[in-house]
């Protein structure tokens, strides 16, 4: 049961440019939100996160916003940079719940 | 502090066999999660171990399980290994918080 879903298995973007990574959720219990970036040979690495009740958390570059009604949320990298290259893996799980659910996971490609 | 640390981190293993991985969490954490990571099926739940109890588990058959020790460390293990086997595995460790952190991965090849 797929109850994260990440739609786009890849996107490029200009080095500079804004990166816009979409998530979808069909669990309206999950109450928590999470990004994750991954290179090769390496396990995920925390980004950032989002809690239910908000629906914009920003860190530096990276900006997590969450649309509860749209069961959607999105990550913006601005501006992007050649080193934000990686696999970028959305995660949601539910209050006091370590059953973190992911998502397949974006390849991110920013060209010089 | 020292990050989570999973053995070994390559593996290859024939059809039929078992297979046993270890994941030490970060110092202080006591919850640990596994994670199967296969192409194009993103990051899918194990189990995660709380104080040397199971607390959640995800869709897998009974060939996977796994324990954790009084000292947080944990293991997987997967009996009767299929070639659909063949993955990623990744363990993490989290506080209090619902934060978790990574291992490298153990990459498990089933010929």
């Known amino acids: 049961d797929q109850q994260v879903k990440q739609n786009s298995p890849s996107l490029s973007v200009q080095e500079g440019r804004i990166s816009i990574l979409n998530c979808d959720y069909t669990?309206?219990?999950?109450?928590?939100f999470l990004w994750y970036k991954k290179y090769p040979a390496e396990g995920p690495t925390f980004l950032i996160s989002?809690?239910?009740?908000?629906d914009k958390n920003e860190d530096g570059r990276f900006t997590v916003f969450l649309n509860k009604s749209a069961k959607h949320l999105s990550l913006h990298i601005v501006p992007s940079q050649p080193g934000d290259s990686a696999v970028y893996f959305c995660a949601a799980s539910g209050r006091n719940n370590n059953d973190m659910r992911f998502g397949a996971g974006t390849r991110l490609t920013v060209k010089p | 502090k020292a990050g989570v640390t999973q053995t070994p981190r390559y593996l290859i293993k024939t059809r039929g066999q078992q297979v046993t991985l270890s994941c030490s969490p970060i110092s202080g954490h006591r919850s640990v999660s596994w994670y199967q990571q296969t192409p194009g099926q993103g990051l899918q739940f194990l189990f995660e171990y709380f104080s040397e109890t199971q607390r959640n588990k995800g869709n897998f058959p009974g060939r996977f399980s796994g324990r954790q020790f009084s000292n947080s460390r944990s293991e997987m293990n997967v009996s009767t290994l299929e070639l659909g086997d063949s993955a990623l595995y990744l363990c993490?460790?989290?506080?209090?918080?619902?934060?978790?952190?990574f291992g490298p991965g153990t990459r498990l090849l089933v010929l």
């Open positions: 669990n309206s219990m999950f109450d928590y």
């Open positions: 989002i809690s239910s009740i908000k």
């Open positions: 993490a460790s989290s506080p209090p918080s619902q934060t978790q952190y």
